[in-house]
Each structure stands twice: as structure tokens, then as C-alpha cells.
Nanobody, 121 residues
Framework: QVQLVESGGGLVQAGESLTLSCVAIGDAFPTYIMAWFRQGPGKEQEREPVARITWSGDATDYADSVQGRFTISRDDAKNTVYLQMNNLKPEDTAVYYC????????????WGQGTQVTVST
């Protein structure tokens, strides 16, 4: 099992950048696929992750809404996954959640508590 702890959220203006971090506490971090999800105010959590990265970090994919602006990366030596968010927009305002799984397909059994990102105009 793994426990996930996010940090790095905050209040920024549109066009600015922010980097979220998610530390995994537990064993075998390199065996986990990691992802970031978000839930906007008054909305359900988006079903698909905004960003996902494989075990080795050599493959990533992004939601269309963040493609070209967000970058997911991982540092296995630090048991940490990052989400670099550039050119933030007000519609990026959400609670961002880190998630993990150690299977290629299926659900995400491990979740962090979330970190709030607010983008003002």
C-alpha cells in the first residue's frame, strides 16, 4: 500500500505557474502508475486524469484541456510525482488529487487528500 500527500496548491493569477508535489509514503513507488485528477467547484471529479505517468516515466498523457500547459514528472529517488502547471486559467481552479495504482488498467485505489488551486482573473 501507499499513502499519498499532496502539496503546492495556492492562489495565483491567470497566466502564472504553479507546481504541485505528491509524496508517496510506502514501498515500491517505482511500480506505481501515478496520476493527477481534479474537481472544480460545484462539479464532480473529472473521470479521466488531467495527467498520467507510467512506472518508468517514459510515457505521459494529458487531458486535452491541459495539453501543452501542464507537465507531469516523477522522481523515484524522492518518491515524488510533480505537476508543473503553466499559463493557468480560471477554469483550472479545482482541488487537485494525486492517485496511484500498480496495475496497467483498472481503478485508482490510492488517493491523496487533495490540494486547492485557485486561479483568479
Amino acid at each position: 500500500q501507499v499513502q499519498l500527500v499532496e502539496s503546492g496548491g495556492g492562489l495565483v493569477q491567470a497566466g502564472e505557474s504553479l507546481t504541485l508535489s505528491c509524496v508517496a509514503i510506502g514501498d515500491a513507488f517505482p511500480t506505481y502508475i501515478m496520476a493527477w485528477f481534479r474537481q472544480g467547484p460545484g462539479k464532480e471529479q473529472e473521470r479521466e486524469p488531467v495527467a498520467r505517468i507510467t512506472w518508468s516515466g517514459d510515457a505521459t498523457d494529458y487531458a486535452d484541456s491541459v495539453q501543452g500547459r501542464f507537465t507531469i514528472s516523477r522522481d523515484d529517488a524522492k518518491n515524488t510525482v510533480y505537476l508543473q502547471m503553466n499559463n493557468l486559467k480560471p477554469e483550472d481552479t479545482a482541488v487537485y488529487y494525486c492517485a496511484a495504482r500498480n496495475t496497467l488498467i483498472g481503478g485508482w485505489p490510492y488517493w491523496g487528500q487533495g490540494t486547492q488551486v485557485t486561479v483568479s482573473t
